[in-house]
């Protein structure tokens, strides 16, 4: 039996809807039930919903508890409401069977809405490199919209921008350097920022390699294919000297890529995929390491008093 949530007052449907459209009475923060049907992502949300793990724990929460946490949207005009923040939870709310979310309705324009959104995302635990590249993205242009665009005579323009930077690294703890160098990662085509996410590129290498136009960065593509290898930060700073000089072409990064890589040369890599299969589907990356080092220190005793016999 679903226990009740505590702290929440929720108000019945009729008292709250009438045409599909939240009541005027409705005070501020004031929590709601809204038809999933009626409920859509903000646009451009750059975090994803994935049906993980974590996700499962969700959806058995939300079966056993209910919603806890109300989602934030904002109306669209058109009838239907823009989540904010909740978009996991309206998924999962999708996959336990139930009709409506409970929410708290704001009337935000664009830049407030987008912020909110953000802000609120940012929480999450987990957060791939390209979720916060985006997410730093579209709240710098909200915040410098906000701050006013002084007009070209304006010697002060380039400052507010600098100071925009310098204030969100502020807000998300990050250097306003840092808070670029995730920006630049937007500048990737969608392959080579999943490689990111997916730690098969380093982040610095992802950086370095933003630099490259969308056709230079597809003909790297090919290189990789042909070379069976990823670049290097060293291979990534050189390929775009190269390319910023003109110089580089398909060919040149083949070459480059073909390249035995000092690191590797003494190095054993084990994919996730072909480990996880001899472990619980519960261990994380880290237990599994463990698991690995004292299996291997047992076998080296075992070894040396084979040997000293």
């Known amino acids: 039996m679903k226990k009740e949530r505590s702290n929440i007052q929720l108000s019945s449907y009729d008292d709250i809807f009438g045409d599909g459209k939240v009541s005027p009475e409705v005070t501020a923060d004031q929590v709601v039930e809204i038809p999933l049907s009626q409920l859509h992502p903000f646009k451009y949300h750059p975090f994803k919903v994935r049906d993980d793990e974590e996700m499962e724990k969700t959806v058995e929460s939300i079966r056993e508890f209910g919603v806890l946490t109300p989602a934030?949207?904002?109306?669209?005009?058109?009838?239907?409401?823009?989540?904010?923040?909740?978009?996991?939870?309206h998924h999962a709310c999708e996959i336990a069977g139930l009709e409506t979310l409970p929410c708290i309705v704001r009337e935000l324009d664009d830049d407030?809405?987008?912020?909110?959104?953000?802000?609120?995302?940012?929480?999450?635990?987990?957060?791939?490199?390209?979720?916060?590249?985006?997410?730093?993205?579209?709240?710098l242009d909200a915040m410098k919209r906000q701050a006013g665009r002084p007009s070209k005579?304006?010697?002060?323009?380039?400052?507010?921008h600098l100071r925009s930077d310098a204030e969100l690294g502020e807000q998300v703890g990050e250097s306003a350097r840092s808070v670029q160098r995730y920006i630049r990662l937007t500048n990737l085509i969608p392959e080579l920022l999943d490689m990111v996410d997916e730690k098969v590129i380093g982040l610095n290498t992802g950086v370095t390699l933003s630099f490259l136009d969308?056709?230079?960065?597809?003909?790297l593509l090919s290189?990789?294919?042909?070379?069976?290898?990823?670049?290097?930060?060293?291979?990534?700073?050189?390929?775009?000297?190269?390319?910023?000089?003109?110089?580089?072409?398909?060919?040149?990064?083949?070459i480059i890529l073909s390249e035995e890589k000092k690191t590797d040369v003494d190095r054993v890599t084990?994919?996730?995929?072909?480990?996880?299969?001899?472990?619980?589907?519960?261990y994380t990356p880290k237990q599994m390491e463990d698991t690995i080092i004292k299996?291997?220190?047992?076998w080296q005793k075992k070894r040396n008093r084979e040997m000293s016999l």
């Open 112 to 139: 407030a809405a987008t912020i909110l959104m953000v802000d609120s995302n940012l929480q999450r635990e987990e957060i791939l490199p390209s979720e916060r590249a985006f997410a730093y993205k579209m709240k």
């Open 153 to 160: 005579e304006n010697a002060c323009q380039v400052g507010t």
């Open 72 to 89: 934030i949207c904002r109306p669209d005009g058109k009838g239907g409401y823009e989540i904010l923040s909740g978009h996991r939870r």
């Open 214 to 219: 969308d056709k230079q960065q597809k003909e």
């Open 295 to 298: 299996l291997l220190d047992q």
């Open 223 to 254: 290189a990789m294919d042909y070379a069976q290898a990823v670049p290097s930060l060293e291979q990534a700073q050189r390929i775009k000297k190269l390319a910023q000089n003109n110089e580089i072409s398909q060919e040149g990064m083949n």
């Open 270 to 282: 084990l994919k996730h995929d072909t480990l996880k299969k001899y472990f619980p589907k519960s």
